[in-house]
């Protein structure tokens, strides 16, 4: 890596992080419901058949599937959340589908990392993840 | 989810991206894109995007085995990174070009194949000069 590529914290080959993420989606109007009103994320705008929503600086695109080859369910996106037990309770409540209680996923050295699967509208997976700092 | 209290979904922080041959993968990850090797546990291996973990990972189940969601990558000089890449080996579906004209920039994206083919994009927002 280059100085000047460092300096701007890039990569070598020029990336400074993830912008998009797309997600496919078979019911816009639903779709944008959940990501909207149960996760609870600031729908930016819609375009079209598109809805684009902000998550901490990276903006996820719902829409349909503009080839066969695309229509297959979403990469598992981790969510970062402070309260991991609240989240869950907060989605059972709201009537989201859970894969597993809440679980430890892993102990690294200064926190335990925990997480919990869920379902969106659309049948895909996503995860909630949450670093517990040790006691 | 309310945003007072502990349940905010803050960010992403990991994605999940399948790989069939997790070194032909990480070798991809590290040599082809540049991004940092973070480490390797297992069959997974993570990488640091801007912050962003990205974990790639065998399919565990026959109904995660499918291709990632298309990641675009934020880039300075679209021009220059989709040349890096080809160079690098690449494989590239299109040229750079216009996708949408916003208010106050050009978003520019061209779409290429990781060595597992999942569909990848670099995305760039050009200011407009007057």
Known sequence: ?135 | MDTRDGTKLSRIGQIAINAHDVDRATAFYRDVLGLPHLFRAGQLSFFDCGGVRLMLDKPEKPEFDHPSSILYFKVGDIRATHRRLMDAGAKFEDEPHVIAQMPKYDLWMTFFRDSENNLLALMSEVPRSS
């Open chain 1, 1 to 135: 890596m280059d100085s000047t590529a460092t300096s701007l914290g890039m990569t070598n080959m020029g990336i400074t992080g993830i912008g998009q993420i797309s997600i496919i989606t078979h019911d816009l109007p639903r779709a944008t419901a959940f990501y909207r009103d149960i996760l609870g994320l600031p729908l930016l705008f819609t375009a079209g058949n598109m809805a684009f929503f902000d998550c901490g600086g990276v903006r996820l695109m719902l829409g349909p599937a503009s080839a066969p080859e695309l229509d297959h369910p979403s990469s598992i996106l981790y969510f970062r959340v402070p309260d991991i037990q609240a989240a869950h309770r907060r989605l059972v409540e709201m009537g989201v589908k859970i894969e597993a209680p809440p679980r430890l996923i892993a102990p690294m050295k200064t926190y335990d990392l925990w997480m919990v699967g869920f379902r969106d509208s659309e049948g895909n997976i996503m995860q909630l993840m949450s670093e517990v700092p040790r006691a």
